[in-house]
């Protein structure tokens, strides 16, 4: 018994075995109150189905990492194909009426689609094993990752463009995806500061709150429309950053962090008692709604005026106006990925990126290390303005309790977590930090813990972040000799 | 004539330690000068002393009719002083080209694709590797972007921290010659610090010899390479 099918089977019936251990208190057991006393009820089918669902896929990724092919292609489209059936059952409901042997059988959410992820990974690595199969080492050359990445950033943003126009798609969802365009915009606007020019910012949430705050006061107070203030909070978002930027300009590291971070808390506390200026914590209410180039998203317009859905013959829907607030921060977003990738290419874009390198060399090659620093902040801090003028109009409301340090600490998580300096990388861990929370929210207790638990993951397996390519900005030139 | 570098009586302090104790150099145009000196005796701090960082505090330096004694780094860098700090200090995750690119900063007049095409002909690996970040360089082709970097800018006077340090013979053999051919064929001034007291002597018109903070030889290469005291403290005897 000593064949490496064997040695497989031993291993996945091990990790299963541990798996169980820990899983049984967590999932095996339930602890319901009813009436007052707390009551302890099994959750067996559950538990079962994780144990298995651990041991099948531990042995479809021990047999991919042995160069197999078609045991872990069937293991993982198996498991990605259950996953997704109990997925499609829970959400139509098919389990819940009638035959309720389904439904012991349906496991939750998170299980069904934690195993088809897992089922379509560990398909993925047969896939691969397949396309090597009879290649030579020598041959495999490296994927080329600039292109690639470039084809995934079109099609996301393809998909991210058309979202709203595929089917099935409810208002929750096109809510959910305001919030993560949000943080991917939050995040590109970070990753100028820290993942670029390398200066660890963890108060960025005070310039989203500058621009949220100079918003909600410039309209309610002087009834500016959206589209004048967006400029204004930017650019005083941008003056705000410039005054944090010259007391830190000396500080790095561990001491540019604290510094930050108790600049981000003097905003909020400043937010949260000057009550004549900000009204404290009772925040500010009815802040003007951004209108679609002059047409209010309204049921019934003001007298003699016209309104979006009177203008274009339609019935009114609520809807409209949360689709048009998606584009709207979708193209905010676009922006400032444009602006990114633009200004990587130009002087101030490269000595940022040199800064993070290596600041002395920086100044031995005639870098003004103040101007950049303090370029950098500013520039960063103005989409953060951008993005809090556009949260303020989303909300109608804002108070200070929005721009809270977790808010800080969750951005400085997608630009580590998406690899520092990578465009993609931040789309994605927003995807994946602001994304899957909103729709696992009956596992919000064990937010935090999955955080940690990615956190301790992403550390061991890619220190660098999600996706560290980075890619150069000049490409050959002059023609070779 | 009056020297392209004049350094005189430069007095710099690390806290309450005086590193250099009065320091008297002159570069005249087009030479190549060297520096040497054993271990601690303030060969690297009074290279970055001309460059402001620390800076003298007493003494003056001045460059080409300026006095940049009081001036910053970056304001020095961009009136033609061009220097590769000591550890070559490249940037690890940008590429050659980009590491060049930023060589150009202190100048933007330069035309930078024909710098590139003379760094690449001084360097033909660099060529080779334009693309490569240069982390993944080995320690020589380091030490040659740096250079290279440096002279991107077409500066007056070039200074560099031991670009021999931790090279293979050979390498730094190879170095020393396109040190050579940069002075003779661009005029580039040259003032560089060496631990490698024989190579940077036989390359250097004139040489300057620093212990404890102060000059105590200078003259010709070949003058301090014939020197008895100088043999015998950085040559290893070999003359005796």
């Known amino acids: ?481 | 004539m009056t020297p392209l570098l004049k350094v005189s009586g430069v007095r710099t302090f690390y806290g309450a330690i005086e590193a250099l104790r009065g320091v008297d150099v002159e570069v005249a145009e087009g030479e190549i000068v060297t520096l040497i000196g054993s271990n601690g005796a303030g060969k690297s701090t009074l290279l970055m002393t001309i460059c402001g960082n620390p800076r003298a505090r007493a003494g003056e330096i001045r460059f080409a009719d300026h006095d940049i004694t009081r001036l910053r780094t970056w304001d020095i860098v961009r009136l033609g002083v061009a220097q590769t700090p000591e550890g070559r200090r490249i940037f690890p995750r940008m590429t050659v080209l980009e590491n060049l690119q930023m060589g150009a900063v202190a100048n933007p007049a330069v035309d930078f694709d024909d710098g590139v095409r003379r760094a690449f002909e001084l360097f033909p690996v660099l060529g080779r590797r334009r693309n490569q970040s240069g982390g993944t360089l080995s320690g020589g082709e380091q030490q040659m972007l740096a250079i290279a970097r440096a002279l991107i800018s077409e500066p007056r006077l070039l200074l560099l921290d031991e670009p021999s340090l931790g090279l293979a013979p050979r390498l730094a053999r190879q170095i020393f010659a396109v040190l050579r051919e940069i002075n003779q064929s661009s005029g580039t001034t040259i003032f560089l610090v060496e631990q490698n007291a024989y190579h940077a002597l036989r390359l250097c018109h004139r040489g300057y010899v620093l212990a404890n903070g102060l000059v105590t030889l200078e003259g010709t290469g070949s003058e301090l390479l014939a020197n008895p005291a100088v043999q015998a403290a950085y040559l290893g005897g070999a003359g005796e």
Request: net charge positive; hydrophobic share 55%; with cysteine.
């Open chain 1, 1 to 481: 018994m000593n064949s490496p099918h064997a040695a497989s089977l031993r291993d996945a019936a091990l990790v299963a075995g541990i798996a169980g251990i820990l899983a049984f208190p967590f999932v095996g057991l339930l602890l319901t109150t009813e009436g007052t006393a707390p009551t302890l009820s099994t959750r067996f089918p559950e538990f079962a189905g994780a144990v298995v669902v651990i041991f099948f896929g531990r042995l479809g990724i021990s047999a991919a990492r042995r160069g197999h092919g078609l045991l872990p292609l069937v293991l993982g489209l198996a498991m990605a194909a259950g996953g997704a059936f109990s997925l499609v059952v829970e959400a139509t409901g098919l389990g819940a009426s009638g035959t309720a042997i389904w439904h012991a059988f349906v496991p939750g959410t998170f299980l069904s689609t934690v195993a088809c992820a897992g089922g379509i990974a560990i398909a993925g690595l047969a896939g691969r094993n397949y396309l090597m199969q009879g290649r030579q080492p020598a041959e495999r050359t490296p994927l080329p990752m600039g292109q690639l990445l470039l084809w995934l950033g079109i099609a996301l943003a393809g998909f991210a463009i058309l979202l709203p126009l595929l089917p099935g798609v409810d208002r929750r969802l096109i809510d959910v995806a305001t919030l993560v365009l949000t943080y991917v915009m939050l995040g590109w606007g970070l990753n100028i500061v820290v993942g670029l020019a390398g200066l660890l910012d963890l108060g960025y949430v005070a310039f989203y709150a500058v621009g949220a705050y100079s918003y909600a006061l410039l309209s309610v107070t002087f009834g500016w429309s959206f589209w004048v203030c967006l400029p204004v909070a930017g650019a005083l978002a941008a003056l705000f950053g410039i005054l944090l930027g010259f007391p830190v300009l000396r500080l790095r590291g561990d001491y540019l962090a604290i510094v930050t971070l108790g600049f981000g808390e003097m905003i909020r506390i400043i937010l949260l008692n000057w009550y004549d200026f900000t009204n404290g914590p009772d925040g500010i209410t009815n802040i003007g709604r951004p209108s679609f180039f002059g047409l209010p998203f309204a049921s019934k317009p003001e007298q003699g005026t016209e309104s979006f859905h009177t203008f274009f013959g339609v019935a009114y829907d609520p809807v409209h106006r949360l689709i048009f607030m998606y584009y709207l921060i979708l193209a905010l977003a676009f922006v400032t990925n444009a602006f990114t990738l633009r200004i990587r290419r130009l002087p101030i874009g490269r000595a940022w990126e040199a800064l993070r390198e290596d600041e002395i060399a920086c100044r031995s090659l005639g870098v003004n290390p103040r101007n950049t620093k303090l370029s950098a902040f500013a520039i960063g801090a103005m989409f953060a303005g951008f993005a809090g003028s556009f949260f303020a109009t989303r909300q109608g409301f804002v108070s200070p309790e929005s721009f809270t340090f977790i808010e800080s600490a969750i951005l400085v998580a997608i630009v580590v977590l998406g690899g520092m300096g990578s465009q993609i990388g931040v789309a994605v861990a927003a995807i994946i930090l602001v994304g899957l929370p909103e729709y696992f929210r009956e596992l919000q207790e064990y937010r935090m813990l999955a955080f940690g638990m990615g956190m301790v993951l992403i550390m061991l397996w890619r220190p660098g972040g999600l996706l560290t390519h980075r890619e150069p900005t000049i490409r050959t030139r002059p023609a070779p000799a």
